[in-house]
T-cell receptor, first 114, second 110 residues
Framework: DGGITQSPKYLFRKEGQNVTLSCEQN?????MYWYRQDPGQGLRLIYY???????QKGDIAEGYSVSREKKESFPLTVTSAQKNPTAFYLC?????????????FGPGTRLLVL | LAKTTQPISMDSYEGQEVNITCSHN???????ITWYQQFPSQGPRFIIQ???TKVTNEVASLFIPADRKSSTLSLPRVSLSDTAVYYC???????????FGAGTILRVKS
């Protein structure tokens, strides 16, 4: 069953702690993305990666880091430098289609600060 | 990236047809128009994509006039389960960033 998985569903962070959100896809997509969504808001792009071992900053990259060592995986680390990390985090992947890309999203991880 | 403007919210009743219009005055020649649906605490889901005229699939239709400065998502005979946020996006050339606005909150009532 192809798709995107994110874990955990809920994550709690203590002050000064780094936490890592997992994102895995078995769709054989080259591109992967991380978005942040605050209540009542649209999605904002944190980082994206078009190919293994390469990634680009999105609009709100400060306080976050990523790696792309494997095509299937694109973990996001929320560092202690991110002062307001409470949000819903969404991972997506996409392929180069016939027209323009379509992004497929995971179920999301909700990050809460203790 | 072309900016989009959508109504903040819309209300409808079960069984009605719902039309959500999106304005994108600065759409580029290569841009496509894509609509996503998002339920609370879930990731957005692709609904439909088009370039011009009309596109129809099993869940929706997309109407795009000749000047492409707007588009209308049409949901036939909505049900309570269609209550969600609907996002209109323009662009999406592979590898480029998609920009999600606040979307349109559709509330379907019985």
């Amino acid at each position: 069953d192809g798709g995107i998985t994110q874990s955990p569903k809920y994550l709690f962070r203590k002050e000064g702690q780094n936490v890592t959100l997992s994102c895995e896809q078995n769709l054989n997509h080259d591109a992967m993305y991380w978005y942040r969504q605050d209540p009542g808001q649209g999605l904002r792009l944190i980082y994206y990666s078009q190919i293994v071992n390469d990634f680009q900053k999105g609009d709100i990259a400060e306080g976050y880091s990523v790696s792309r060592e494997k095509k299937e995986s694109f973990p996001l680390t929320v560092t202690s430098a991110q002062k307001n990390p409470t949000a819903f985090y969404l991972c997506a992947s996409s392929s180069r289609g016939t027209h323009q890309e379509t992004q497929y999203f995971g179920p999301g991880t909700r990050l809460l600060v203790l | 990236l072309a900016k989009t403007t959508q109504p903040i919210s819309m209300d409808s009743y079960e069984g009605q047809e719902v039309n959500i219009t999106c304005s994108h005055n600065n759409i580029a020649t290569n841009d496509y128009i894509t609509w996503y649906q998002q339920f609370p605490s879930q990731g957005p889901r692709f609904i439909i994509q088009g370039y011009k005229t009309k596109v129809t699939n099993e869940v929706a239709s997309l109407f795009i006039p000749a000047d492409r400065k707007s588009s209308t998502l049409s949901l036939p005979r909505v049900s309570l389960s269609d209550t969600a946020v609907y996002y209109c996006l323009v662009g999406g050339e592979y590898g480029n960033k998609l920009v999600f606005g606040a979307g349109t909150i559709l509330r379907v009532k019985s």
